[in-house]
Every structure is written in structure tokens, then in C-alpha cells.
């Protein structure tokens, strides 16, 4: 037996007629670029995300990219303010502050749930601190009440990158944040609500903003060539987003699927050289992945691959210690640290068998 750790081609194949005739249906109305398809789309995920606007963008790093500037045109922000993050987050969530002209703040996580410590925030607050970046790390929601609380407290504005969180729930809500604030998502094929390419969007209950954003995506253009803003060309083609109103009514029922496995491998999994993640067995967890923690990460990589189990590493190089970044390679997150060099990603996925489970589990046990 041999187990992928995503088999992208399985997850879509059940849409594979869908797609064909969404393709078709496409190319015979001869319209790609802000059509109809996303027209839906944008109405059914503000739904579906309990929001009150959705625009759909080029690809997750955008999105953020996005907020952050709309924000700096409203006078929200301004460039040079500072903007908290936490340490241990994908690259993207960084560079997208980076490229607004704004500077991250790192803070440490929690070690339990590789999600963003709202103890440590206050520390770091200080006058030009403007806003709070919170990542949703492997699918699993961040302390939202505490970080808004201090978001209030403090005047921030709060801004939730989605990109790994499609679908978790927090108090029967949908990523329940502030009134005056956005979520970034990511549609990159391997997400939870994947397309079949690279697309993005964005949620918020904030007509202002919301606004800016429509007209930023496309070069600062609400009506055609009447430029208000100096935008970008940043949109979820029709195609995409044909895709994405197919797959969407299933969304929660994969996610299900998905936290399914996780429950078995949180039950099953019995060795004391692995360390599990936390999960309170609420809804507030999606599992984009499953990632556990063991000393001598490539060891038991490597024991793996030779059982014909593919693993993942998400991340192995922290951002600090990213070339990239090199003025802050001296800078020492223990807690961000262990957790790059430890962690492995399981496959998780909705079409994972319950025999190819059986497997995974025996072969960890035995390790």
C-alpha cells in the first residue's frame, strides 16, 4: 500500500463531469473576467461565511495584501505602523505586511495549538502598533474573543488570515470576528476548499472597506478607466470561480470527513515517542492538517517513506531564520523554533480510507 499525502487528482475526480460542463458553460457565455460565476460565488461565500460582503481575488497572499492597503486608503493604517503576527506563520502572512509598507511584530505561540498567544500581545503593543494579523495555523481557529478584546481595548485593527481555516466555527459562528475587520482566504488547489489553480477572497461585514476592495482589485477601478485608487489586477477568474460554486456545497461535509480522521488518530495513536495536537473536539478545528511532534523529526520521516507513507513538513525554516529576512536571523522564538523543527504533517485528506488509516496508525504504533 502506498498513501499519498494529498491525492489531489481523487479529491476532484467525483467533480470531473461538473467541471467539463462548468468549462463548457464558460467558454459558450464568452465572458472570464468578473462574470456571473463569480457574481455567485462571492454571494454564496459571504453566506456561507456568515458575511455580509465577499470579494474574490487572485490568490490568498493578495487578499492579505489587499486589506492592508484598503485599510492605508480608508487612514486606518498608515505606512510604517506596526502590525502583530505570530512567529511561527507561513511566509505569506508576513510578506503581505511586508508589502504594504507595514512592519510585523512577531510573537511567540502557544506550543499546544501553534496558534498565536493573546498573553503575549499586550507586551509588544506599543504606539505604533496599528494591527493584529491572526493566522488560523493547520485549520484551527485562533483565541478570537481575546484578541478582539484587546484589539477594542487597544483601538487595532483585526485582520484574519483564513488561508488553512475554510469552515471552522467558533460559538455556532462562522470565524467570528469584529464588525470593522476582514479574513483573508486561499483556494489554492490543496485547501480545504480547493480550486484548480491559484484564487483568493475576502469577507467582511464592512461596507467601507469593502468597497475599496472591489475597486482595488481591479487597477482602483469602480467604473470602467475612472481610476479612484492605484490598484492592482487581482481577480478570481470566472473559470475558478465556476469551479469553487461546484465544490462549496460540499465543503462541510468534507471538512467533517476530515476531522473524522483526526479523531482516529487522536484515539489510536498510541506511542510516547509522538506528540498529538491539541483539539477541544469542537468545530473550531478544520484539519487542513494533522501535525504531530516528535524529537528526531526526520527519523521517523524516514521510517515512514520506507513504510510507503508520504509526509510533509509545514514548516521546516522558521521566518525569522528565513535568508530573506536576514536582519532577523539573530533574533531567538524558542517556542516557534521547537515547533519548526519538530513538527510532521500527516495525511489527512476527505477520501482517505478507513484501510488506509488502519495502516497509518499501525506503522506509527510501531515505530
Not at 7 to 18: H, R, S, V
Request: hydrophobic share 40%; with cysteine.
Amino acid at each position: 500500500m502506498i498513501i499519498t499525502f494529498l491525492d489531489l487528482k481523487k479529491i476532484n475526480e467525483p467533480y470531473e463531469t461538473a467541471f467539463q460542463e462548468k468549462l463548457k458553460s464558460v467558454l459558450q457565455n464568452g465572458w472570464y473576467i468578473l462574470g456571473k460565476e463569480l457574481e455567485t460565488f462571492e454571494k454564496s461565500f459571504a453566506q456561507y461565511c456568515d458575511k455580509k460582503y465577499c470579494i474574490g481575488v487572485g490568490n490568498g497572499l493578495d487578499a492579505l495584501i489587499l486589506i492592508f492597503k484598503s485599510y492605508i486608503e480608508l487612514g486606518k493604517l498608515k505606512k510604517g505602523d506596526e502590525v502583530i503576527v505570530p512567529a511561527n506563520t507561513y511566509i505569506a502572512s508576513i510578506l503581505a505586511i511586508l508589502q504594504s509598507d507595514l512592519i510585523p511584530v512577531l510573537i511567540e505561540p502557544r506550543l499546544e495549538t501553534y496558534n498565536i498567544n493573546p498573553d503575549l500581545i499586550k507586551e509588544k503593543i506599543t504606539s505604533k502598533t496599528k494591527a493584529i494579523l491572526s493566522v488560523h495555523l493547520y485549520g484551527q481557529l485562533a483565541e478570537m474573543d481575546k484578541i478582539n478584546q484587546i484589539a477594542e481595548k487597544y483601538n487595532l485593527v483585526v485582520v484574519e488570515d483564513c488561508a488553512q481555516s475554510h469552515g471552522a466555527i467558533n460559538n455556532q459562528q462562522l470565524t467570528i470576528n469584529n464588525l470593522k475587520s476582514a479574513s483573508a482566504y486561499s483556494f489554492y488547489p490543496g485547501k480545504n476548499l480547493g480550486c484548480l489553480g491559484d484564487g483568493g477572497a475576502i469577507t467582511t461585514n464592512d461596507a467601507e472597506l469593502a468597497k475599496v476592495l472591489f475597486s482595488l482589485r481591479n487597477y482602483g477601478s469602480e467604473k470602467k478607466y475612472h481610476n479612484e485608487y492605484i490598484g492592482v489586477n487581482s481577480r478570481l477568474d470566472e473559470l475558478q470561480a465556476g469551479f469553487l460554486n461546484l465544490k462549496l456545497p460540499n465543503l462541510n461535509a468534507d471538512n467533517e470527513n476530515r476531522r473524522n480522521v483526526a479523531k482516529r488518530y487522536l484515539s489510536e495513536i498510541k506511542n510516547d515517542k509522538i506528540i498529538l495536537p491539541f483539539w477541544d473536539f469542537s468545530n473550531n478545528h478544520v484539519f487542513h492538517l494533522f501535525v504531530i511532534r516528535t524529537e528526531n523529526r526526520e527519523k521517523l520521516q524516514e521510517y515512514l517513506t520506507a513504510n510507503n507513507i508520504q509526509t510533509v513538513i509545514h514548516y521546516p525554516i522558521p521566518p525569522h531564520k528565513q535568508k530573506a529576512f536576514s536582519e532577523w536571523n539573530n533574533l531567538s522564538f524558542p517556542i516557534t523554533e521547537k515547533i519548526h523543527n519538530e513538527v510532521l504533517s500527516l495525511p489527512i485528506s476527505p477520501i482517505l480510507t478507513d484501510e488506509e488509516i488502519d495502516f497509518i496508525i499501525e506503522i506509527l504504533n510501531q515505530y
